[in-house]
């Protein structure tokens, strides 16, 4: 097995260069589908995600090739399947994105129920569903395959009981070549939803009002191909921005835009760290020791859930207490059992998590439970005295790309290391 293993204790200076947007590329791939023509996607990470969707695209009949590592070129217009097994899909959550696009599409699709991150719980997508039956598809599982069918979609007003990133998106795509206008109201305003319709809207559909919660569609007949620029990753951004602070060091993160990131640059603010906010670039560094705050997770433009973990690790070394509650998701505090093991003093009462400051980290073996938290895992290595050794690191590689280079340049000392599987925590648990 693969591990990572970090000597803690060195602050961080230097320069990082952020990658695409894992979130907004998962989104932008399959929507690919939505016509048949060549599209050139640039600022594409290369990250295990991305090369699973495009392994996808390509076992669908799509032609990918690379004319950078960041840049991919796509075909569509042989495509030839509809239909896209648990294989393929069962280590990509984002896979559903595929049932939106095939049924904008083919007004017809059949994807496996996806795999992916689960923070150990259930991830419903009755929203994604409920978006795609309004339209007129006929929605039936068998085998766990989800079949959507429809006769030709039409347009429709979608109320969303929940703001749902996956189901804003999903309906996005599933709506774009409708007959009609669809209005998606309490819709999510992530910037990956702004980056999907700007896309789409580029294809030639008719999208107004994405980064608001409510979201025009008109539906059009034709798209085309188009090349486009994928936004920088707002969560690899804050993980680094963390990552400063963490460890009084001195970053300046490059490739962001900084208006994504104020929600994480605020509670940098507040726990006293110095954040300088340049045209395409963010400075963060600490001169002193930093206070903890109160961090609660919200839909954007609030507090993202997916920098909840990272964030934990810098209160609990910040002085004071902190509360963390993540409104969000329910079950994403697993990690704080591995952050125990290194010393942080942390208890969850139901939502929340009740962060005692000051903690002294010590490197142990610890797991990555799931992306972010593989990334928090990471920060707290950094931070502690010793050495960590980070198992299940595939998490991690499904969404930072470069992650070990990155850190090494900036004076950390992290290495991927080959171990015998019997070297695992969870076998010595
Ligand atoms: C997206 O997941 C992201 N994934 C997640 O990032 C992120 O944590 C999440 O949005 C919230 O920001 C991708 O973009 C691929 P949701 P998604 O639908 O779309 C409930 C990472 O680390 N819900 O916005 O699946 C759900 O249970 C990943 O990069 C329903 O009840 O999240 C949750 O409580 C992890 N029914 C809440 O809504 C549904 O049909 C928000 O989920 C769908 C969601």
């Keep these: ?146 079949m959507a069918k429809a006769p030709g979609l039409v347009g429709a007003s979608i109320y969303f009981d929940k703001v749902s990133v996956g189901a804003t998106i999903n309906v996005m795509l599933a709506a774009v070549k409708a007959r009609g206008v ?16 700007n896309f789409l809207n580029l294809m030639g559909a008719n999208i107004k009002g994405a980064g608001t919660d409510v979201i025009k569609i008109e539906g059009v007949s034709d798209l085309h191909g188009c090349d486009y620029s994928i936004i920088p990753d707002q969560i690899e951004a804050g993980t680094y921005m963390v990552a400063a602070a963490a460890t009084q060091g001195d970053l300046t993160i490059k490739n962001v835009i900084p208006k994504h990131l ?78 125990t093991r290194m010393g942080a003093q942390i208890q969850i009462e139901g939502k929340a998590a009740i962060v005692q400051g000051s903690a002294v980290l010590k490197g142990a073996p610890v797991r990555a439970d799931d992306l972010r938290a593989g990334a928090a895992m990471i920060i707290a290595g950094l931070c502690a005295k010793g050495t960590t050794e980070i198992e299940d690191i595939i998490h991690i590689d499904r969404g930072y790309e470069d992650v070990i280079p990155k850190l090494t340049a900036v004076g950390a000392t992290i290495a991927r290391r080959e171990f015998p599987d019997d070297n695992s925590v969870a076998k010595r648990a």
Excluded at 182 to 197: G, K
Excluded at 281 to 305: D, E, Q, S
């Design 1 to 146: 097995m693969e591990k990572f293993v970090i000597k803690g204790g060195k602050a961080l200076f230097g320069e990082i260069n952020v990658s695409g947007a894992k979130n907004a590329a998962v989104a932008i791939l399959p929507a690919t589908l939505l016509a048949k023509d060549v599209f050139v996607i640039e600022n594409v990470p290369d990250i295990r995600d991305i090369n699973s969707m495009l392994q996808i695209l390509e076992e669908m009949g799509a032609k990918v090739n690379y004319i950078t590592r960041s840049t991919v070129r796509i075909d569509t217009r042989h495509i030839d399947s509809k239909a896209v097994p648990y294989e393929l899909t069962k280590n990509l959550r984002a896979s559903y994105y595929l049932i939106g696009a095939l049924l904008g599409m083919y007004s017809n699709a059949k994807v496996a129920m996806p795999g992916g991150c689960n923070f150990g719980g259930v991830r419903p997508i009755d929203l994604h569903l409920k978006g795609f039956s309004a339209l007129g598809a006929v929605i039936s599982t068998e085998g766990g395959m989800i």
């Design 262 to 339: 104020e929600p994480i640059s605020a509670k940098l603010r507040e726990c006293g760290a110095i954040v300088e906010e340049y045209d395409d670039a963010i400075r963060v560094y600490a001169t002193g020791r930093l206070h903890g705050c109160n961090i609660k997770t919200m839909p954007h433009p609030g507090f993202p859930t997916d920098m909840q973990p990272q964030f934990t690790v810098l209160l609990a070394l910040c002085e004071g207490i902190s509360i963390v509650t993540d409104s969000v998701w329910d079950n994403r505090f697993r990690y704080v059992d591995q952050l």
């Design 182 to 197: 669809t209005v998606l109201e309490n819709a999510a305003r992530e910037p990956h939803i702004v980056d999907l319709a």
